[in-house]
């Protein structure tokens, strides 16, 4: 009888964790504003992408093309011959997935294409983190309830079906019904696997040592700035690493080089000013670790995924800052991940009356 009622609460936490129905956080929403923003970043740092094409056919035989890449037969890189056309399709997808005009399939393309452009980057040694897990997330977004919201396909079916719309308004309609939550738990494990696994890699390969500090104090001292006087080390491999020396699952390191492209002298002088303290630096190295190590916080219902996303953008604007390193799509990501609805039902009385008056002071919808 015991077994029985502990393995009846397994499968009514399954259900109710994964197949209970809300509408927050909303889906479509999130597909609507990290596409933009994810467009936006494309289009500053590459422009027409012409990055992507053959550099030089002797030097890109030196890398060997992704999982992705060897496992669809894709072009590496992209041939200059077509180049125009890739992209025309990438930003027309885009724009699809965006307005959510064919949205599944338009979704489904332009994650493809962008996992695409950014295993190219990979295969040359520059791992573009940022637009991997907007990838990885546009991707998931292409079969889980509720991607069709905030959407022209939604638009037009509420304009034309009458019968199933009836009574309802255009924000109501945009909005949706209440889905399955399981897509928006399969987003949060992903987020999960990125922090958790961000934290487990400095261990990893960095061991204990990661955590006295060094590795910060070089990024923010000045050590690292092309806006400092002096010149900036690279490190490079000795080229006789015995095989089991290497690191990385074996393919070893060739050369590698990172600079602090802070530009503002404030921030640098900030920056300077932390790195002077060895314990500081210690004390932020290990918070840092013991954070991302926390990813699976965001598993749990209630304030600590709610607190965790906080220090997230908290972590991550404090990186843009020091850094120049922003990860505006994670901070967005992770501020659209918030249910903002069960904040405000779990806020304290007098908040919640302030939030009421200010809604009714700007005229805007009641909650």
Request: include cysteine; proline fraction near 4%.
């Amino acid at each position: 009888m015991e077994v029985n009622t502990i393995s009846q609460q397994k499968s009514n936490f399954f259900e109710r964790y994964f197949f209970s129905k809300s509408r927050y956080p909303n889906i479509g929403l999130i597909r609507l504003l990290l596409i933009a923003l994810c467009m936006l970043q494309v289009f500053r740092n590459y422009r027409f992408l012409d990055v992507f094409v053959s550099i030089d056919p002797v030097r890109d035989a030196l890398h060997l093309p992704s999982t992705l890449i060897g496992l669809f037969h894709l072009p590496f890189p992209i041939q200059k011959e077509y180049l125009s056309l890739f992209v025309i399709a990438f930003y027309t997808a885009g724009f699809f997935a965006m307005l959510g005009i064919f949205t599944r399939v338009s979704v489904f393309i332009f994650s493809i294409m962008l996992l695409y452009i950014i295993d190219i980057q990979a295969a040359r040694g520059v791992f573009d983190h940022e637009y991997t897990l907007t990838g990885l997330v546009l991707l998931v977004m292409t079969f889980i309830p509720g991607t069709g919201n905030f959407s022209v396909d939604r638009f037009i079916s509420w304009k034309r079906n009458k019968a199933k719309y009836s009574n309802t308004s255009f924000l109501e309609a945009m909005i949706g019904n209440p889905e399955y939550v399981w897509g928006y738990k399969l987003i949060l494990i992903l987020a999960a696997c990125t922090y958790f696994t961000s934290g487990l890699s400095k261990i990893r390969w960095g061991g204990l040592a990661w955590l006295d500090g060094q590795t910060l104090t070089y990024y923010l001292d000045g050590s690292a700035s092309p806006f400092t006087p002096g010149e900036k080390p690279m490190f490079i491999s000795p080229p006789n690493v015995k095989e089991e020396e290497k690191w990385k699952d074996g393919f070893g390191i060739y050369s590698y080089s990172y600079g602090n492209r802070q530009q503002s002298p404030f921030w640098r002088s900030t920056g300077n000013a932390l790195a002077a303290s060895p314990k500081l630096m210690m004390f932020i190295a290990a918070s840092v670790v013991i954070f991302e190590l926390l990813g699976f916080l965001l598993l749990f219902e209630g304030w600590s995924r709610v607190i965790y996303l906080i220090g997230a953008i908290i972590m991550h604007r404090s990186i843009g800052f020091l850094m120049n390193l922003p990860f505006l799509s994670f901070q967005l990501l992770c501020f659209l991940l918030i249910d903002w609805h069960w904040v405000y039902q779990h806020l304290g009385k007098r908040l919640q009356l302030m939030i009421d008056k200010l809604f009714k002071r700007f005229k805007l919808p009641a909650h």
